[in-house]
């Protein structure tokens, strides 16, 4: 199974600066129909999970445009670009092919 | 509005069993892939099965494989999950997706197994 490695995994934030979370996928996301299915996902305090990205660096309709993603292979980043204190919760990436897996999650607090 | 509304958790001895259900309105259940996801309590996510569109695949984590069964009935936009042999482990807040890669999520139902 593809393991999915989040660094950090707490990542206390000033409002208002940027802030980027890691994750690595243990082998290529590439699959063969030259798409690369990495998500991530939001989790505010006591709400379900949300997507934000899908296909490494498509936003979900309906999130700012502060939130980016990029990476290819292995090695990919979701980055805030000023962090607003709706922003706080847990990020997860999450691989989409079978079986799919997510990262540990990325804890988010304004400091 | 995509809405999903699970429902069936609660308490059950391991061993034990128990049926989620997942009730989808505001698009074409029919047209999408569904999945599971479950949440163990202060812990990250876990992808547990998803299922075809026609019901014709199903795929599951190795984890419950043989225990538990994802089924689905379009004419009632709803999904299931049929969980078997519970376990501690399988203690958690299960939810219900639209789409393998989880587009939209439903509130989540908790199920507890413990004596």
């Known amino acids: 199974d593809v393991v999915m490695t989040q660094s950090p995994l707490s990542l206390p934030v000033t409002l208002g600066q940027p802030a980027s979370i890691s994750c690595r996928s243990s082998q290529s996301l590439v699959t063969s129909d030259g798409n690369t299915y990495l998500n991530w996902f939001q989790q505010r305090p006591g709400q379900s999970p949300r997507r934000l990205i899908f296909k490494v660096s498509t936003r979900d309709p309906g999130v700012p445009d502060r939130f980016s993603g990029s990476g290819s292979g292995t090695d990919f980043t979701l980055k805030i670009s000023r962090v607003e204190a709706e922003d706080v919760g847990v990020y997860y990436c999450?691989?989409?092919?079978?079986?799919?897996?997510f990262g540990q999650g990325t804890k988010l607090e304004i400091k | 509005e995509v809405q999903l509304v699970e429902s069936g958790g609660g308490l059950v001895q391991p061993g034990g069993s128990l049926r989620l259900s997942c009730a989808a309105s505001?698009?074409?259940?029919?047209?999408?892939?569904m999945t599971w996801v479950r949440q163990a309590p202060g812990k990250g996510l876990e992808w547990v099965a998803n299922i075809k569109e026609d019901g014709s695949e199903k795929c599951y984590v190795d984890s419950v494989k043989g225990r538990f069964s994802t089924s689905r009935d379009n004419g009632k936009n709803s999904l299931y999950l049929q969980m078997n042999s519970l376990r501690a482990e399988d203690t958690a807040v299960y939810y219900c997706?639209?789409?393998?890669?989880?587009?939209?999520w439903g509130q989540g139902t908790l199920v507890t197994v413990s004596s």
């Open positions: 999450m691989q989409g092919t079978h079986p799919y897996t």
């Open positions: 997706a639209r789409s393998n890669w989880a587009d939209y």
């Open positions: 505001g698009f074409t259940f029919s047209s999408y892939w």
